[in-house]
C-alpha cells in the first residue's frame, strides 16, 4: 500500500460518490435536508483536486490533504466529520503501511467521528457503517487475511450497517428532528460512509490483480 | 423546476454579487459579508452565518446596531471553518468577537472548528435553539435555531454598538434565546437549486406542523385548515413551553412564499391569542426574515421582554433586512 494506493482510493471514492450523488441527495431529502450528494460530490472534487497540486509524497500525506480538504471546503456536518476522519487516519498511519498499521489508523479515524460528532453505534449516522467495517478490518487482521479480502470485508460490513440504518430511530443531526418519522430510511451519511469502503475494496481488487498479472 | 438563477451551482455567488451591487453599506470579500465601514475600535465584533436561502438572515442583517459580519454557507449548509476565521479576525476591534451559532450540528462543528483555531481573538458564542417543535431530549440534536436569531442579534447588535464589554454581549444574547420559542408550520416544501424538486410531497389539503427552515419534513401532518385554526396551534406550542405573561416580542415570519397579506391574517389571530392569555404584543414584527426559499408558511417567534431588552430592540439600526431610528 503506497501512496499511489491511497490517491487511487480517494480519487475512486470520488468517482463513486459522484455517479451516487442523486442518490444520496434522495436519502437526504426524506431525513435531512436535500444537500448530501451535492455536498459529498463537491468536496470530494476539491480533494482531487488538492492531490494534484499538491502530489503527496508519503500515504499519511494523502489522507491528511484529504482530510484538511473537506474540512475547509464542504461544510454542513459531513465535512468537518469525514474531514476529521481522514485527519486522524493520517496522523495515525504509519509508513510503510501494513494491514495491522490500516486498521489501527482506520480504527482512529473512526473514534476521531464519534468524538466530533458525540454520536455512537445505533444513533442512525455514518458510525452505523464505519463501526462495523472498523471491526471487519480488526478481525481480518487476527485471521491474518490479506488486505484485498480485508478490505472487501470490510466494505460489505460498512454496506450492511448501513442498510442496518433504516429501522433505527435518528438520535443524531437533523433526522433526529424527526423522531419516529425518520424510521424506515437508510441514513444518508451511513451510505456514503459505505460508498467510500467499497472504493477501497475495488482499489485492492485492482492491486491484487497487478499481483497476479 | 423554474427559479430565477443562472446555474445551481452559482447561485450563492450570483447573489452575494447582487447584494454588494445593491447596498454599497456592504462589502463582500471572499464569501465573506461585512459592513464596509470596517471595524470599530472598542466595539465587540458580532459574526454569525449558515447556509444560503434564509434570506435576509444572516447577511441581509450585516450593518449598524446588528452583525459586523456574515458567513454564507451553500444552499442548507453551514459556512466553513475558513470563512468564519476570516470574518473573526477582521471584525475583531480588540474588544472580542461574539459568534452567534443556529443550533445544527454542521453549523455547531464549523463555528466551534474556527473558534479553535481563532485563538488570537477572544472569541465568546451563543447558541440559539428556540424552536419547541423538537423535543429537547438525548435522542436529538437539541431544539434548532430560527425566528430567534434575529432576535439575538439584533438586542446582541444594539448592546455591543453602545460599548457592552464582550462577557455582557454574550449573556444578554444567550437570555433572549433563552427567553425565545419559535414553531413553524409548512403549506409547501422548498426546492433547493440543486436538486430541481420539492424536499418533500405535501398534498394539496395537507400542512406541515414543526418545519424547520431548511425543508426538513416537520413532526406531524394534519389537514389544513384556517388561519385561526393554524395559528392557534403554533400559539399554543409555543405557550406550552414557556407560558405567554407579560409584554412580548412577537413576530409573525413568512418562509418566503407566502404573501404579507396571509402574513397578517396570521397575525391578527396572533395577536388575538396572546389578549386571550392575558399578556401584551408589545412589539412586532410582520414579513419575511427567516425564509426556507420557496417554502409557503408561517412561523411565530415570540420573546418576553423586559425593560432593557426593549430598549435594546428600539435602539436605532441600519441593515438591508431590518431599519428603524436612525
Same mark, same amino acid.
Given at each position: 500500500?503506497d501512496?499511489?494506493?491511497?490517491?487511487?482510493?480517494?480519487?475512486?471514492a470520488a468517482?463513486?460518490?459522484?455517479?451516487?450523488?442523486?442518490?444520496?441527495?434522495e436519502?437526504?431529502?426524506?431525513?435531512?435536508?436535500?444537500?448530501?450528494?451535492?455536498?459529498?460530490?463537491?468536496?470530494?472534487?476539491?480533494?482531487?483536486?488538492a492531490?494534484?497540486?499538491?502530489?503527496?509524497? $508519503?500515504?499519511?500525506?494523502?489522507?491528511?490533504?484529504?482530510?484538511?480538504?473537506l474540512?475547509?471546503?464542504?461544510?454542513g456536518?459531513?465535512?468537518?466529520?469525514?474531514g476529521?476522519?481522514?485527519? $486522524?487516519?493520517?496522523?495515525?498511519?504509519?509508513?510503510?503501511?501494513?494491514?495491522?498499521?490500516?486498521?489501527?489508523?482506520?480504527?482512529?479515524?473512526v473514534?476521531?467521528?464519534?468524538?466530533?460528532?458525540?454520536a455512537?453505534?445505533?444513533?442512525?449516522?455514518m458510525?452505523?457503517?464505519?463501526?462495523?467495517?472498523?471491526?471487519?478490518?480488526?478481525a481480518?487482521?487476527?485471521?491474518?487475511l490479506?488486505p484485498?479480502?480485508?478490505?472487501?470485508?470490510?466494505?460489505?460490513?460498512?454496506?450492511?450497517?448501513?442498510?442496518?440504518?433504516?429501522?433505527?430511530?435518528?438520535?443524531?443531526?437533523?433526522?433526529?428532528?424527526?423522531g419516529?418519522?425518520?424510521v424506515?430510511?437508510?441514513?444518508?451519511?451511513?451510505?456514503?460512509?459505505?460508498?467510500?469502503?467499497?472504493?477501497l475494496?475495488?482499489?485492492a481488487?485492482?492491486?491484487?490483480?497487478?499481483e497476479?498479472d | 423546476?423554474?427559479?430565477?438563477?443562472?446555474?445551481a451551482?452559482?447561485?450563492?455567488?450570483d447573489?452575494?454579487?447582487?447584494?454588494?451591487?445593491?447596498?454599497?453599506s456592504?462589502?463582500?470579500?471572499?464569501?465573506?459579508?461585512?459592513?464596509?465601514?470596517?471595524?470599530r475600535?472598542?466595539?465587540?465584533?458580532?459574526?454569525?452565518?449558515?447556509?444560503?436561502?434564509?434570506?435576509?438572515?444572516?447577511?441581509?442583517?450585516?450593518?449598524?446596531?446588528m452583525l459586523?459580519?456574515?458567513c454564507p454557507g451553500?444552499v442548507?449548509?453551514?459556512?466553513?471553518?475558513?470563512?468564519?476565521?476570516?470574518?473573526?479576525?477582521?471584525?475583531?476591534g480588540?474588544?472580542?468577537?461574539?459568534?452567534i451559532?443556529?443550533?445544527?450540528?454542521?453549523?455547531?462543528?464549523n463555528?466551534e472548528?474556527?473558534?479553535?483555531?481563532?485563538d488570537?481573538v477572544?472569541?465568546a458564542?451563543?447558541l440559539?435553539?428556540?424552536?419547541?417543535?423538537?423535543?429537547?431530549s438525548?435522542y436529538t440534536?437539541?431544539?434548532r435555531?430560527t425566528?430567534?436569531?434575529?432576535?439575538?442579534?439584533?438586542?446582541?447588535?444594539?448592546?455591543?454598538?453602545q460599548g457592552?464589554?464582550l462577557a455582557?454581549?454574550?449573556?444578554?444574547?444567550?437570555?433572549?434565546?433563552?427567553?425565545?420559542?419559535?414553531?413553524?408550520?409548512?403549506?409547501?416544501?422548498?426546492?433547493?437549486p440543486?436538486?430541481?424538486?420539492?424536499?418533500?410531497?405535501?398534498?394539496?389539503t395537507?400542512?406541515?406542523?414543526?418545519?424547520?427552515?431548511?425543508?426538513?419534513?416537520?413532526?406531524?401532518?394534519?389537514?389544513?385548515?384556517?388561519?385561526?385554526?393554524?395559528a392557534?396551534?403554533?400559539?399554543?406550542?409555543?405557550?406550552?413551553?414557556?407560558?405567554l405573561?407579560?409584554?412580548?416580542?412577537?413576530?409573525?415570519n413568512g418562509?418566503?412564499?407566502?404573501?404579507l397579506?396571509e402574513?397578517?391574517?396570521?397575525?391578527?389571530?396572533?395577536?388575538?391569542?396572546i389578549?386571550?392569555?392575558?399578556?401584551?404584543?408589545?412589539?412586532?414584527?410582520v414579513?419575511?426574515?427567516?425564509?426556507?426559499?420557496?417554502?409557503?408558511?408561517?412561523?411565530?417567534t415570540v420573546?418576553?421582554?423586559?425593560?432593557?431588552l426593549?430598549?435594546l430592540?428600539?435602539?436605532?439600526?441600519?441593515?438591508?433586512?431590518?431599519?428603524?431610528?436612525?
Amino acid at each position: 500500500m503506497d501512496t499511489g494506493f491511497f490517491v487511487t482510493w480517494l480519487r475512486d471514492a470520488a468517482t463513486r460518490i459522484r455517479l451516487q450523488r442523486d442518490r444520496l441527495t434522495e436519502l437526504d431529502a426524506a431525513i435531512g435536508d436535500a444537500d448530501h450528494g451535492a455536498n459529498l460530490d463537491r468536496g470530494f472534487t476539491e480533494v482531487c483536486k488538492a492531490l494534484e497540486d499538491w502530489p503527496p509524497t $508519503a500515504p499519511a500525506q494523502a489522507l491528511l490533504t484529504a482530510g484538511t480538504t473537506l474540512i475547509r471546503r464542504v461544510g454542513g456536518a459531513s465535512g468537518p466529520l469525514y474531514g476529521s476522519a481522514f485527519r $486522524a487516519m493520517g496522523k495515525a498511519l504509519q509508513d510503510p503501511v501494513t494491514l495491522p498499521g490500516f486498521a489501527a489508523a482506520f480504527e482512529a479515524g473512526v473514534v476521531a467521528v464519534e468524538r466530533l460528532g458525540k454520536a455512537a453505534p445505533g444513533d442512525k449516522t455514518m458510525i452505523d457503517a464505519l463501526a462495523p467495517a472498523s471491526r471487519a478490518l480488526t478481525a481480518a487482521v487476527e485471521k491474518g487475511l490479506t488486505p484485498y479480502e480485508a478490505f472487501h470485508r470490510a466494505a460489505v460490513a460498512a454496506e450492511e450497517g448501513s442498510r442496518a440504518t433504516i429501522p433505527m430511530r435518528a438520535r443524531k443531526g437533523r433526522a433526529s428532528y424527526l423522531g419516529e418519522r425518520s424510521v424506515g430510511h437508510e441514513d444518508p451519511g451511513a451510505a456514503s460512509s459505505a460508498l467510500i469502503l467499497g472504493a477501497l475494496a475495488g482499489v485492492a481488487v485492482k492491486e491484487a490483480t497487478k499481483e497476479v498479472d | 423546476m423554474k427559479k430565477l438563477i443562472n446555474t445551481a451551482q452559482s447561485v450563492v455567488e450570483d447573489a452575494l454579487s447582487g447584494m454588494a451591487a445593491a447596498h454599497p453599506s456592504l462589502r463582500v470579500r471572499e464569501r465573506v459579508v461585512y459592513r464596509a465601514s470596517g471595524p470599530r475600535a472598542g466595539k465587540v465584533g458580532l459574526v454569525s452565518g449558515g447556509g444560503s436561502g434564509h434570506e435576509p438572515l444572516h447577511a441581509g442583517f450585516v450593518g449598524y446596531g446588528m452583525l459586523d459580519a456574515a458567513c454564507p454557507g451553500e444552499v442548507f449548509t453551514s459556512p466553513v471553518p475558513d470563512q468564519i476565521i476570516e470574518a473573526t479576525r477582521a471584525v475583531d476591534g480588540g474588544a472580542g468577537v461574539l459568534h452567534i451559532v443556529k443550533n445544527y450540528t454542521g453549523d455547531v462543528l464549523n463555528f466551534e472548528l474556527a473558534a479553535e483555531l481563532c485563538d488570537d481573538v477572544q472569541v465568546a458564542s451563543v447558541l440559539v435553539d428556540d424552536d419547541v417543535a423538537v423535543e429537547d431530549s438525548l435522542y436529538t440534536a437539541g431544539r434548532r435555531g430560527t425566528g430567534a436569531t434575529l432576535f439575538v442579534e439584533k438586542i446582541a447588535g444594539a448592546l455591543a454598538e453602545q460599548g457592552a464589554p464582550l462577557a455582557e454581549v454574550a449573556r444578554v444574547a444567550a437570555d433572549v434565546d433563552e427567553r425565545s420559542r419559535s414553531f413553524g408550520i409548512a403549506l409547501t416544501s422548498c426546492t433547493t437549486p440543486a436538486a430541481g424538486k420539492p424536499t418533500f410531497e405535501l398534498p394539496d389539503t395537507q400542512v406541515e406542523l414543526g418545519i424547520g427552515i431548511h425543508g426538513e419534513p416537520g413532526r406531524r401532518r394534519v389537514p389544513m385548515a384556517s388561519a385561526r385554526e393554524l395559528a392557534a396551534v403554533a400559539m399554543e406550542a409555543v405557550h406550552g413551553d414557556l407560558p405567554l405573561t407579560g409584554d412580548l416580542l412577537v413576530m409573525v415570519n413568512g418562509m418566503g412564499g407566502t404573501p404579507l397579506m396571509e402574513l397578517y391574517v396570521v397575525f391578527a389571530e396572533v395577536e388575538a391569542f396572546i389578549r386571550g392569555k392575558g399578556a401584551r404584543v408589545s412589539r412586532s414584527l410582520v414579513g419575511n426574515y427567516v425564509t426556507s426559499l420557496d417554502m409557503q408558511g408561517f412561523s411565530v417567534t415570540v420573546c418576553r421582554l423586559d425593560g432593557e431588552l426593549t430598549r435594546l430592540w428600539d435602539a436605532p439600526v441600519d441593515t438591508p433586512g431590518l431599519r428603524w431610528g436612525r
